[in-house]
C-alpha cells in the first residue's frame, strides 16, 4: 500500500509542482521555476499559505499587476525556449479576469504560462461571495471561464483528488512543444484549504520528455523534390526555430545551398544579419530585398512560423504565378497553411534531413549574386536610416535605434511589442545572436514590455536587458518597475516621448480617420484638441517608482546614457524626446485595415480607393 501525505490541496499542488522537470538533448530544466503572486480573499489562505509552508522548495516573486506577471512569466519561457517556466496565481474577481491578457498573448505566441486564480466555493455555504459573478442559468459559472478561449488546457478543481489528473494534464500540455501556451488551473477557495491524504507518488520527481519527432519519409522525398525543382527558393525563418534551437541547422542548410532566409518578427535573429544568406525581416515590416525576393519566390520554405497578416501581407506578398509552399512545423495546424507540403517534425531535426537529404544542391549563382546585391542595397539603406550626422540635434526614433545599436554586443537582448517601434526594429535591427530579438508581435501587447524584461533577467542573470517602449505603451503598464526595484533586477529602459500613439496616428491617416484620437492634446472649453502637448514627466514618473533616470536631449547625450545604463547595476531609464520626423524606411508590403465603403469626406474617400488597388493582389494559396 503508497505512503500517504496529509496536505491541503494548494500545499500538495505546490510540491507537486516543485517536483516537475523537463528534458531535452539530455539537459534536465525545472518545468515550474518559480511562482508570481497577487493575493487577495480567493488565494491568500490557501495558495498563499502554501508558498509560505513549502517556500523551500517553490520560490516566490510578488507583482504588482496580475497582467504584468503573466508577462513577466512569457518572457521568462521565452528566453528559456520554452523549456522551463513559472506561475502565476491572482484572487478571485478582478484578479482573474487580469490573467486574460497576458493568457490571450502566451498562447497566441504558443509560450508556456501556468495560471492558478482563485475561484468560488465549490461548496456554495454562501452565495454570492465578495466578487463572485452569479449567472441565473449556471450554477458552475465564475469569471474564471473567460480564461477557457485563452488556455490551451482548463480545469476547475472542485475536489481534492480532482487535482491529480488535472495536474498531469496541466503539465503534459505545458512540456508538449505542440501543444504549449497558457494553461488554467481554477482553484476554489474552499478545495484549496481542505486536507486530503495524498499519494507519495504524487510528489516524485517527474520528467517531462521534450521530443525532437523526425520527418516522414516521404514527406521528406516529397520535400527535396519540390526544393531541387526550385528556381527561387526562399525561406521565412519564424520563432519556431528559436524555440528548437535550430539556427545552427538553419545556417547549416543556407550554407550548403545558398538559400536565401528571410525572418518573421519571431524568427529574427535565426541567422546572424551579417550572414550571406540573411536578408532581414519579411511582410508588411519587412526590407526591402526580402519582399522582392518574396513577390518573385517560385517556393516557399517557412520553418517554425504562422503565416500571420503581417508575414504574408494580408495574402498579396507571394506573387509568382506558380508559387508553392513547404512548410517545416512540429504542428500539422501550422504546417498546413497555404496548402503547402508538409514536415511535421521538430524544426531542427527536418532541417537537418532536409541538409542531409540536399547534399551537393545549390541555388544557381545568378540568383545568390541577386540577393546579396539586394542585402547591399539594402544595409546602405539601414546606414542612412540609423546614422545621425549632428550628434547636437535631437534624435529621432530610428536614431536611438541606431545609438543602441552602437552600445550593444551579442549578449544583450532587446524586447518590444507595440507602436511603431517593431516595424522600425524589424526593418533596422542588426540581430547578433539567437536571443537578442525578442519582439513580441503575435498578440502585439501593449504593456508587455517591462514585465517581459523581468523575465527575461530572471531567465539570463547577468545579461542586459533593454525594454523599448514609447510614451503610450509606458502608460499601459508601468508597475513593474516597482517589482524590479524589490527584486534587484538591473533591467534598462528607454523611453520614447512622442506625445501620442505615433503608430496608430499614422495608421489613421493612411485609411481616412485622420489621425482622430491619436494624440495627447489639451481640450478646450468648446470641445477641440489644442495644439499643445500635455504637462506630463513620465521620466518623473519612472523616478518616483524607484528607477535610476537619464534624461539625454542631444544625439551625443543619448549615446553616453545608453553606454552608463548599460554598466549600472540598478534598473535604469533613459528618457529622451524624440524627433517625430519620420526616417525609417517606407513599408514595403501591404497590411489589410479595412477602410470605410462610404464616407462624405475626400480622406476617406481616397483611402477607400488605395485600398481597393491594394486588395485586388489577395491570392488565396491552394495549388498543391
Known amino acids: ?131 463572485q459573478l452569479e449567472h441565473p442559468a449556471a450554477g458552475d459559472v465564475s469569471v474564471n471561464d473567460t480564461l477557457r478561449p485563452v488556455s490551451r488546457y482548463f480545469d476547475r478543481i472542485t475536489r481534492p483528488e480532482a487535482l491529480i489528473p488535472a495536474a498531469l494534464h496541466a503539465m503534459r500540455v505545458l512540456a508538449d512543444p505542440a501543444e504549449t501556451g497558457a494553461v488554467t488551473l481554477a482553484l476554489p477557495q474552499d478545495v484549496q484549504a481542505e486536507a486530503a491524504d495524498w499519494p507519495e507518488e504524487f510528489f516524485a520527481d517527474r520528467v517531462w520528455r521534450v521530443r525532437r519527432p523526425a520527418p516522414d519519409p516521404l514527406e521528406l522525398a516529397d520535400a527535396v523534390r519540390a526544393v531541387r525543382a526550385a528556381a527561387r527558393p526562399l525561406i521565412v525563418a519564424g520563432g519556431g526555430v528559436h524555440h528548437s534551437r535550430a539556427e545552427d541547422a538553419l545556417r547549416a542548410l543556407a550554407d550548403a545551398t545558398g538559400i536565401p532566409v528571410a525572418a518573421t518578427q ?14 532581414g525581416g519579411i511582410g508588411h515590416t519587412g526590407t526591402a530585398v526580402a519582399d522582392a525576393l ?66 551537393g544542391h545549390r541555388v544557381d549563382d545568378a540568383y545568390a549574386a541577386e540577393y546579396r546585391a539586394g542585402k547591399e542595397r539594402w544595409e546602405r539603406a539601414v546606414e542612412a536610416a540609423l546614422h545621425a550626422p549632428d550628434d547636437k540635434a535631437v534624435p529621432t526614433q530610428t536614431q536611438v535605434i541606431g545609438a543602441l545599436d552602437a552600445v550593444v554586443d551579442d549578449t544583450d537582448v532587446v524586447i518590444n511589442a507595440a507602436g511603431s517601434l517593431p516595424g522600425d526594429l524589424h526593418k ?29 533577467q530572471q531567465a539570463a542573470p547577468g545579461t542586459p536587458v533593454w525594454a523599448l517602449v514609447g510614451d503610450g505603451t509606458y502608460l499601459m503598464n508601468p508597475t513593474e518597475i516597482v517589482t524590479a526595484v524589490q527584486e534587484n533586477l538591473p ?15 499614422g495608421l489613421s491617416e493612411s485609411v481616412g480617420a485622420e489621425r482622430f484620437g491619436t494624440a495627447y492634446r489639451h481640450r478646450a472649453p468648446d470641445g477641440t484638441f489644442t495644439g499643445d502637448p500635455l504637462p506630463v514627466d513620465l521620466a518623473a514618473n519612472a523616478a518616483s517608482l524607484g528607477m535610476d533616470v537619464l534624461r539625454p536631449r542631444t544625439v551625443g547625450e543619448l ?62 494559396h491552394l495549388a498543391p
Request: proline share 5%; aromatic share 8%.
Open 1 to 131: 500500500m503508497s505512503v500517504r501525505v496529509r496536505l491541503t490541496t494548494a500545499q500538495a499542488l505546490v510540491r507537486f509542482l516543485a517536483a516537475q522537470y523537463t528534458e531535452r538533448d539530455g539537459v534536465r530544466h525545472r518545468l515550474i521555476a518559480s511562482t508570481w503572486g497577487i493575493f487577495g480573499h480567493g488565494n491568500v489562505a490557501g495558495l498563499g499559505q502554501a508558498l509560505v509552508e513549502h517556500g523551500d522548495v517553490m520560490p516566490y516573486h510578488q507583482g504588482r499587476s496580475e497582467q504584468a506577471m503573466v508577462h513577466a512569466a512569457v518572457g521568462y519561457a521565452r528566453q528559456l525556449d520554452r523549456l522551463s517556466a513559472q506561475a502565476v496565481t491572482a484572487s478571485i474577481g478582478p484578479g482573474a479576469t487580469n490573467l486574460v491578457t497576458g493568457a490571450a498573448l502566451a498562447t497566441v505566441n504558443r509560450l508556456p504560462v501556468l495560471l492558478l486564480p482563485g475561484d468560488y466555493f465549490a461548496a456554495h455555504p454562501a452565495d454570492p461571495l465578495l466578487q
Open 266 to 279: 519571431a524568427g529574427k535573429g535565426a541567422l546572424r544579419h551579417d550572414h550571406p544568406a540573411d536578408v
Open 294 to 359: 518574396a513577390r518573385t519566390a517560385d517556393l516557399v520554405i517557412g520553418v517554425g512560423t504562422r503565416y500571420s497578416d503581417f508575414t504574408t501581407a494580408s495574402g498579396t506578398l507571394f506573387q509568382h504565378p506558380q508559387v508553392r509552399f513547404l512548410n517545416v512545423n512540429i504542428t500539422a495546424f501550422d504546417a498546413h497553411k497555404l496548402a503547402a507540403r508538409t514536415l511535421v517534425c521538430d524544426a531542427r531535426t527536418g532541417l537537418e534531413a532536409l541538409t542531409g537529404a540536399l547534399a
Open 428 to 456: 533596422l535591427w542588426r540581430a547578433r545572436s539567437p536571443r537578442q530579438y525578442h519582439l513580441e508581435y503575435g498578440y502585439s501587447c501593449m504593456g508587455y514590455e517591462i514585465p517581459a524584461a523581468l523575465g527575461v
Open 491 to 505: 533591467v534598462k529602459l528607454v523611453l520614447l516621448q512622442n506625445h501620442g500613439y505615433a503608430s496608430i496616428g
Open 559 to 620: 549615446r553616453e546614457a545608453l553606454a552608463e545604463a548599460r554598466a549600472c547595476s540598478r534598473p535604469t531609464c533613459v528618457y529622451v524626446e524624440t524627433d517625430p520626423a519620420p526616417t525609417a524606411p517606407p513599408a514595403e508590403a501591404w497590411w489589410d485595415v479595412p477602410v470605410a465603403e462610404v464616407s462624405a469626406r475626400p480622406a476617406a474617400k481616397d483611402a477607400r480607393t488605395a485600398y481597393e488597388r491594394e486588395a485586388a493582389a489577395r491570392r488565396r
